[in-house]
């Protein structure tokens, strides 16, 4: 059952994530509606980067002139940071750990998740799928790096390969916004 809760998460956010490419801000914000409030069995922490992906629909929304209902209107709060990267895998019961080194040779990880620059890490995720996310609401001039690292599977077999993806937004939440994975 478990399972199938999860498979539940992470589908209603991809499949936000095809929405939102499609311009159909409606239809993503009904199945972010459907993430935020729920209680996820092992992904609790979830719901929150889905909060900060609805506000973000919401906002994309109000620009094309579509009004986006929220869970809750006191939730209702755009996130607009320089910097927005979050990584998920394909793999359950795995533990991947995202790491970003600043341009002050600081690194933002799970065991450092706010930095003097003002980066800030999502809880760990040690179970499987993700997401991480890490945020930067001003950023510093220099090189950023992403590292991930393969921590620990406790899978009853090797399914095989774990395949990640990394979706890097800049100016995130604006007019501006730039994607990329």
């Known amino acids: 059952m478990r399972i199938n809760h999860l498979r539940t998460w992470t589908s209603h956010r991809n499949l936000t ?18 993430v935020v409030p729920r209680k996820w069995d092992r992904f609790e922490k979830s719901g929150v980067i889905a909060l900060i992906d609805l506000n973000h629909e919401s906002s ?23 910097v927005r990267i979050i990584l998920t895998w ?39 799928y993700g997401p991480e996310e890490y945020l930067l609401k001003k950023s510093m001039k220099g090189k950023y790096a992403i590292d ?21 937004s800049t100016n995130y939440g604006r007019a501006n916004e730039e994607k990329k994975r």
């Not at 159909?24 to 972010?32: R, V």
């Not at 994309?60 to 320089?82: A, E, F, M, Q, S």
Request: net charge negative; hydrophobic share 35%; aromatic share 6%.
């Open 90 to 128: 394909d793999a359950d019961m795995t533990d991947m750990d995202l790491w970003i080194a600043e341009p002050s040779k600081e690194q933002a990880s799970y065991n450092n998740n706010r930095t003097q620059i003002g980066g800030m890490m999502s809880r760990d995720s040690t179970q499987g």
């Open 148 to 168: 991930v690292d393969y921590l620990s599977e406790s899978a009853p077999s090797i399914l095989g390969p774990v395949t990640l993806q990394v979706e890097i």
């Open 17 to 34: 994530l095809v929405l939102n490419q499609l311009e159909d801000f409606e239809g993503a914000s009904e199945f972010f509606n459907r």
């Open 60 to 82: 994309l929304g109000t620009r094309t002139g579509v009004t986006i209902p929220t869970v809750d209107p006191r939730l209702n709060k755009l996130l607009d940071v320089d």
